[in-house]
Nanobody
Framework: QVQLVESGGGLVQAGGSLRLSCAASGRTFSRYAMGWFRQAPGKEREFVAAITWSGSNANYQDSVKGRFTISRDNAKNTVYLQMNSLKPEDTAVYYC??????????????WGQGTQVTVSS
C-alpha cells in the first residue's frame, strides 16, 4: 500500500521559513513525479510545485516562484518543499502527491494526509 507522510508544518512569522518533507513508501519512489498542493480555509486545493522523477525539472505556481523550492532525494524516498519569505497568504494545509508531472490534481494518484502551515503577520 502506498503511503505519503508529510511533516515539517507549523506556525511561523511572516518572512520566516519552513521546510516540508514528504516520506513515501509502497511504490518505487524514483519512477514517479511528485507534487505539492495546498488548501486554504474556504478555498479549493491549488497547485504549488512539482518535480520530475529524476529531479531535473520543476514547476511552480507563479505566487511562490523565487520563494519556494521543491527537491527530492530518491535514496531516501523523500520530497521536500523549502519555503522562504513566507506570507500570511501561504497559510494552508499542504499536501504532497505522487504520480505524473503535472500542475493538475488528476495527474496524481496518491496523496498524503496534509500538514498545516500557518503564517502570522
Amino acid at each position: 500500500q502506498v503511503q505519503l507522510v508529510e511533516s515539517g508544518g507549523g506556525l511561523v512569522q511572516a518572512g520566516g521559513s519552513l521546510r516540508l518533507s514528504c516520506a513515501a513508501s509502497g511504490r518505487t519512489f524514483s519512477r514517479y513525479a511528485m507534487g505539492w498542493f495546498r488548501q486554504a480555509p474556504g478555498k479549493e486545493r491549488e497547485f504549488v510545485a512539482a518535480i520530475t522523477w529524476s529531479g531535473s525539472n520543476a514547476n511552480y505556481q507563479d505566487s511562490v516562484k523565487g520563494r519556494f523550492t521543491i527537491s527530492r532525494d530518491n535514496a531516501k524516498n523523500t520530497v521536500y518543499l523549502q519555503m522562504n519569505s513566507l506570507k500570511p497568504e501561504d497559510t494552508a494545509v499542504y499536501y504532497c502527491a505522487s504520480g505524473l508531472y503535472s500542475d493538475r490534481e488528476n495527474g496524481y494518484d496518491y496523496w498524503g494526509q496534509g500538514t498545516q502551515v500557518t503564517v502570522s503577520s
